[in-house]
T-cell receptor, first 110, second 111 residues
Framework: EAGVTQSPTHLIKTRGQQATLRCSPI?????VYWYQQALGLGLQFLLW???????NRGNFPPRFSGRQFPNYSSELNVNALELEDSALYLC?????????FGPGTRLTVL | KNEVEQSPQNLTAQEGEFITINCSYS?????LHWLQQHPGGGIVSLFM???GKKKHGRLIATINIQEKHSSLHITASHPRDSAVYIC?????????????FGKGTLLTVNP
């Protein structure tokens, strides 16, 4: 059974651009959680998708958005990129109270 | 004040030493997780606790719900244990698995 996958591994953008990050949960899992790990801030909850719907979002501005597709994969979009958006973005899917994390996408905003 | 506090922030040990990392939280929880993050970012879930104690190999995790405190112990530490260890809690109530994280403890084990 494949684990949680994310793409791309690295992404370099400039201020004002848009970034799209992708996540595929473990096969059969319907929930996807997105987290941001910025330098010095630790992991913070971003968004939760389940069964194609956004169920909860963390304390992030509306330019952070996403969606979940019928196959339960998910996309995180960050519009109007700012320097402080540079971070490791992790997605996770839960099973039996354990969160399984993907390898992350490292976004660098120049 | 953060809802989840870890100590110490950094820890350096010699191979073979017994390691303890502490986590305190200020909210009601349904579960507490200990996670390990290696350089490069990959995160592995080590334990999920709601009470008592769990052991896996050289790793032991305990939780005291009344005191809102958990500890992660590593016996006979090894350089491959060098990583960031993160405590995370799932708040009680609600139907989601959203986690609130501590800032992590950077463990370096020297040979």
């Amino acid at each position: 059974e494949a684990g949680v996958t994310q793409s791309p591994t690295h992404l370099i953008k400039t201020r004002g651009q848009q970034a799209t990050l992708r996540c595929s949960p473990i096969s059969g899992h319907t929930s996807v959680y997105w987290y941001q790990q910025a330098l010095g801030l630790g992991l913070q909850f971003l968004l939760w998708y389940d069964e194609g719907e956004e169920r909860n979002r963390g304390n992030f501005p509306p330019r952070f958005s996403g969606r979940q597709f019928p196959n339960y994969s998910s996309e995180l979009n960050v519009n109007a990129l700012e320097l402080e958006d540079s971070a490791l973005y992790l997605c996770a899917s839960p099973l039996m109270h354990t969160q399984y994390f993907g390898p992350g996408t490292r976004l660098t905003v120049l | 004040k953060n809802e989840v506090e870890q100590s110490p922030q950094n820890l350096t040990a010699q191979e073979g030493e017994f390691i303890t990392i502490n986590c305190s939280y200020s909210v009601g929880i349904s579960a507490l997780h200990w996670l390990q993050q290696h350089p490069g970012g990959g995160i592995v879930s080590l334990f999920m606790l709601s009470s008592g104690k769990k052991k896996h190999g050289r790793l032991i995790a305990t939780i005291n719900i009344q005191e809102k405190h958990s500890s992660l112990h590593i016996t006979a530490s090894h350089p491959r244990d060098s990583a960031v260890y993160i405590c995370a809690v799932r708040r009680s109530g609600g139907s989601n698995y959203k986690l609130t994280f501590g800032k992590g403890t950077l463990l370096t084990v020297n040979p």
